[in-house]
């Protein structure tokens, strides 16, 4: 079956602007997790969402936000752009929501989000 | 701050060998943990996981050691294989929270 898409795959946007990241999960998949990957930073949480809810959120700022559509997708925005903001961006997506079933989560390629 | 920490950025083994890679974490409430390996232009991917119940589980050349006292656990590959070269992650979690990852470590399996 089909992975997890991410797209875009790269992207380059300049400071204060704005940005839609988009990720479909595996068919059958209703919990998509988002996390920000930075060198030195590892995987950071930003939110998850599970049918259409969100679950958990990590510690971003609200600049940070997120949806999920009734077919599973799920989109993140990131509003007013810093430099600071440039990392890849990984969603992951699982048959159900927390963090003990994502030894079922399967991770996208992702999208390198770089601001200048 | 860091909940679960990678403190070793990288390692390099020579194939065959054994590698050690290690995790620590600061909340006594994790009760699960994970290991994802990472290629680059490739998200990550799950590889082993334990239960705090556990102190060890082993798939294949894998084996997760988990020592709750020390509030540490470890990842061995042996025989370590040019294959393996990756980022390795170790994660923690608790109920049905999200997972919490480690910065990584970059191994290197030199032929």
């Known amino acids: 079956k089909a992975g997890v898409t991410q797209t875009p795959r790269y992207l380059i946007k300049t400071r204060g602007q704005q940005v839609t990241l988009s990720c479909s999960p595996i068919s059958g998949h209703r919990s998509v997790s988002w996390y920000q990957q930075t060198p030195g930073q590892g995987l950071q949480f930003l939110f998850e969402?599970?049918?259409?809810?969100?679950?958990n959120k990590g510690n971003f700022p609200g600049r940070f936000s997120g949806r999920q559509f009734s077919n599973s997708r799920s989109e993140m925005n990131v509003s007013t752009l810093e430099l600071g903001d440039s990392a890849l961006y990984l969603c992951a997506s699982s048959w159900a929501p927390g963090g003990r079933m994502n030894t079922e989560a399967f991770f996208g390629q992702g999208t390198r989000l770089t601001v200048v | 701050d860091q909940q679960v920490k990678q403190n070793s950025p990288s390692l390099s083994v020579q194939e065959g060998r054994i590698s050690i890679l290690n995790c620590d974490y600061t909340?006594?409430?994790?009760?699960?943990f994970l290991w994802y390996k990472k290629y680059p232009a490739e998200g990550p991917t799950f590889l082993i996981s334990i239960s705090s119940i556990k102190d060890k589980n082993e798939d294949g050349r894998f084996t997760v050691f988990l020592n709750k006292s020390a509030k540490h656990l470890s990842l061995h590959i042996v025989p370590s294989q040019p294959g393996d070269s990756a980022v390795y992650f170790c994660a923690a979690t608790s109920g049905a929270n999200n997972l919490f990852f480690g910065t990584g470590t970059r191994l290197t399996v030199i032929p």
């Open positions: 969402y599970f049918s259409e809810t969100q679950r």
């Open positions: 909340n006594s409430m994790f009760d699960y």
